[in-house]
């Protein structure tokens, strides 16, 4: 009598264990979900941000052998400004200093970073871990720009920049965290495992 309650008690031991494991892999699934949609936005983001800085390159290739002084003064008046003042004015004489050598420098310089976000865009896409060591450092590298920027006044698009990079570099820090922390349990149970 008492070893076939300790056999059923064994049995329901063995059952709430299974369904433990059950439960807590479903919710590392969902865990592991959101985290992946959160990595393809951000995907999308650097995305976004490569495909910007193309155009960029590609309207600074198209104005070469161009007067691009002309171009500035053209810019200026399209969006009502005064170009006597301050800033349109530094526009305007900075567009006309450029040469085409330089125009060619900026389009390969735009070239060169769009590429790195569509390959960080697409190992963030397809979760490689290599792309959120990408992603971590890359964001850091700005950190410190952005934060003198906003030390030097305070606007809401400084701000927006700010939190936007930071919640980046903090969500890959823990995505690296979490996955290393993964690997090591994962490599701890083989060793176990081998021991055993």
């Not at 064994?10 to 590392?28: A, C, F, G, K, P």
Request: hydrophobic share 55%; glycine share 6%; proline share 2%.
């Amino acid at each position: 009598m008492v070893q076939s309650v300790t056999t059923v008690l064994n049995y329901l031991i063995d059952l709430l264990v299974i369904s433990n494991q059950i439960i807590v892999t479903e919710l590392n699934m969902i865990i592991i979900d959101k985290m992946t949609r959160t990595l393809k936005v951000v995907a999308v983001f650097e995305a976004c941000k490569g495909l910007l800085v193309l155009l960029v390159g590609l309207a600074f290739f198209s104005l070469i052998h161009q007067n691009i002084q002309s171009v500035a003064e053209q810019l200026v008046g399209h969006m009502h400004l005064n170009p006597v003042k301050h800033i349109p004015g530094i526009f305007i004489e900075a567009a006309g200093s450029l040469t085409d050598g330089r125009m060619l420098l900026f389009a390969f310089l735009a070239l060169l970073y769009s590429s790195m976000r569509f390959v960080e865009a697409y190992g963030l896409w397809f979760a490689r871990r290599w792309a959120e060591w990408f992603a971590l450092v890359s964001g850091s590298i700005y950190l410190p720009i952005e934060f003198y920027e906003l030390s030097k006044g305070i606007s809401w698009l400084k701000i927006i920049f700010v939190l936007i990079n930071l919640l980046i570099v903090l969500y890959m820090a823990m995505m690296l965290k979490r996955n290393g922390d993964e690997y090591l349990s994962k490599k701890n149970v083989n060793a176990f495992k081998e021991k055993g």
